[in-house]
């Protein structure tokens, strides 16, 4: 739980290195989508490498192993001391080097649509900028036609279908794509024979030695702290009546923004 991690008091950002390894949910469902429209364009007689890039301390790799394990191609991890506290801009830079030196033949690129620590939904849209590609948002489906993608996603209370061209770059809804399990097959081609993990620093990535992610963030963190809930109990006493123009007198307010509806015209609940 990313509750439970401590944080840096000088810089204001989480100790990833005390994690345990596991892969963020939104992008479990982003890696997801991927092996499905891998599997698809296997079907279709079209070959389909699927790359996993994470950015973190060293024990990230567990989750590379994890993904090659579900099916990915290749993993690449992006460590380097110098890159540790990169806001979302950065990460969104440090991403995008990486695609455009090693992979810049992409043609789709799938993000989770936020992370569980800060979840600010940044990178996927950041890192389509840095591209200069462009990006869907929220998909529950991506179908892949030709040079372009169709794609569904929820909002509000309907549905929209997309299409962009290709090369784009799309983030996954955390409802859809349910993951599936690891097989003990898919751990033994991930921990075979060669390492499957690519190992990436700061020196590879063109980044130069003045680099760094903390102070070369845009972000300033001004303080961190958790919030702490104050409850207070109140007591109604009387006839049911009573005790009904209590309520709404005193909280009727927010019982009319619960429910969307003035309760002035109920008369304190009548008819409701």
Wanted: net charge negative.
């Amino acid at each position: 739980m990313v509750s439970e991690l401590p944080w840096n008091a000088k810089t204001g950002t989480l100790k990833r290195e005390l994690a345990q390894g596991m892969m963020d949910p939104s992008s479990r469902r982003a890696l997801e989508a991927g092996l499905q429209i891998k599997e698809n364009r296997a079907g279709e007689g079209r070959q389909t490498q699927l790359i996993v890039i994470s950015m973190g301390p060293p024990m990230a790799a567990e989750i590379l192993y994890q993904a090659r394990a579900l099916g990915a191609d290749k993993g690449v991890l992006l460590s380097d001391r110098r890159m540790a506290g990169a806001d979302t801009f950065l990460t969104s830079f440090i991403l995008a080097e990486f695609i455009k030196r090693e992979v810049c033949d992409v043609d789709l690129v799938l993000c989770g649509s936020q992370t569980s620590d800060s979840e600010t939904a940044q990178v996927g849209p950041q890192l389509a900028g840095e591209l200069s590609i462009p990006a869907i948002g929220y998909a529950s489906d991506i179908q892949l036609q030709g040079d372009m993608v169709r794609v569904q996603r929820h909002v509000d209370d309907f549905f929209e279908i997309l299409e962009m061209d290709l090369p784009g770059l799309v983030t996954i809804d955390q409802g859809a794509y349910t993951p599936r399990y690891t097989t003990l097959g898919g751990v033994q081609d991930a921990f075979g024979v060669g390492d499957s993990i690519t190992h990436v620093d700061a020196k590879s990535l063109g980044l130069d030695d003045t680099f760094n992610g903390v102070k070369d963030s845009p972000t300033r963190i001004v303080d961190v702290y958790s919030p702490t809930t104050q409850k207070e109990n109140t007591i109604l006493k009387g006839a049911a009546k009573s005790v009904v123009d209590q309520l709404f007198d005193g909280y009727g307010k927010i019982i009319s923004s619960a429910m969307g509806k003035d309760l002035k015209t109920h008369g304190h609940g009548e008819n409701i």
